[in-house]
């Protein structure tokens, strides 16, 4: 018999916030295992018959979920279906796997799966973690994919009757998309990232979820006892007693917290002595643009426009301006700050030829890849220019770092500007230009950037990385990842002092911005925005409303005489303790 274990606590991803306790259900999911099988040259039409049959019957599964949202009316997880529905007909998928079976005499399952993995190794050397979770995304149709080929069931979950946590290897945007929120408490996976469609529908659905444990569903057993907290990542199966009450009592007080914080999401974002600083949110499509209203978010300070380079081919003009145009309109009267391609290396889609790299988060990526793309670049900047006539844009260019590719990508602007006037078409002339501050060297000149920007953002992600030479996704390097480093703290007032200076507005869009015990030592910089995930908006609202500007001022200079980051930690920890206990004491 297997001995029943007992308080285990596991760190992972905390990916959507909420404390969930229940009991678990395994979802049977695990990978399947198939033996690579031989064939003669007279079998191959057959095997390639039966993969395309099961490619066909993926479809028609994914249709029949797509119409059931139809017909519910929850038209925002529909295009994420679509994307699915997109992988299915890449002509990668179909004739890769073709191409194993033929060339290599190897069954269906055996040719997909040898194509799985090779795409895999391509997904594994990708620097850029919005990209690298694209990764989960095929892993999941080709999964599907195998299930049929091998006539296992794709165990779905809307007939979940009780209430449970749901404990998966992975799962599809799909699965999410059908979560009863009143069946499903949370869920946890073994793989995973932040931004994986999984977590993005997870979020905007707020269910609470812990993704990357790694082999949870290994180490669980169904009808093991799970608490899952999905804002720090920790999960406890079989807790003991006090434990269990700890958590209860946080979820109950959890979910006052989140109620009584809601109060915050129609008030202004003030300091007590008067001070405004805007709240928006950072979002990668536009079907979240109803959760950054629920949560009150003042526009969009970030909109990552990579996903759109994620389909079955480039995105054109029309694809641009079909998107924008959503947002400009959906966050009136509110802006929507675009950021142009931040594509980090590698060979990524059959559409893009990407180097081979050694070191992408340092090659040619970001604003680097749009000046050499100069018609990726301009069919962008068309659609943004256009969609700029239906509500209020503003463009950012990424990974500056230095002032001839500012001055470059202007120059490729105002050439996109011409083609408009010559043809007609409408534009905001006034359409602010600024860019990500996320390169210590254009940090180092931001006095001089400010000058041809219209504003700046700081992208603290990268600033971080690149200021202490921390690779953001390495985790032998993870604990000296530290947003307040007293380096960091000094690059980012040098920022905001020197655009002060010039008279032009500075943001927040890093992880650092939605850090509510960050918030006063930011207010003291002077930051005149802060952008961060729209659940964490009415938070550090209900922060920005209970400091004085004062208060964060002495905050940040008291700070900024500590000698390392572990001090200032402490110290802000222990200041928001007592400026806010209901929310900081023991955290
Ligand atoms: C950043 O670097 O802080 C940022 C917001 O951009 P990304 O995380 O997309 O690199
Ligand atoms: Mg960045």
Redesign the pocket.
Known sequence: MVKKRENITLKGIGVSSGIAIGRAHLIERGRIEVEERSIKPGQVERETNRFKRAVEQSKGQLRRIKGKFVKEGAKEHIYIIDAHLLILEDRMLIDDTIKNIREGLIGAEGALKRHMHDLSKIFDRIEDEYLRARKSDIEQIGERVLRNLVGKRHEGLSHIKEKVVIVAHDLTPSDTAQMKKDKILGFITDIGGRTSHTSIVARSLEIPAVVGLDNITQQIMPGDIVVLDGMTGVVIINPPKAVFKAYLERSQNYQYFEEELLRFKELPSVTKDGYSVRLAGNIELPEEIPSLKDHGAQGIGLYRTEFLYMGKRLPTEEDHFDVYRRLAEGVAPYSATIRTL?MGGDKLTSHIEWAEETNPAMGLR?IRFSLKEVELFKAQLSGILRASAYGKLKIMF??ISGMMELRQAKEILSEVKSELDSKGIPYDREMEVGI?M?IPSAAAIADILAKEADFFSI?T??LIQYSLAIDRVNEHVAYLYEPLHPAVIRIIKGVVDAAHNAGIKVSMC?EMAGEPAYVPILLGLGLDELSMNAPVIPWVKKIVRGVSMSDAKKLLSDVMAFTAASEIESHVRERMAELFPDEFMGR
Do not use: F, L, S, W
Request: proline fraction near 10%.
């Open positions: 931040d970001a990424p990974m990500m996320e992208g992600n990268d890093g």
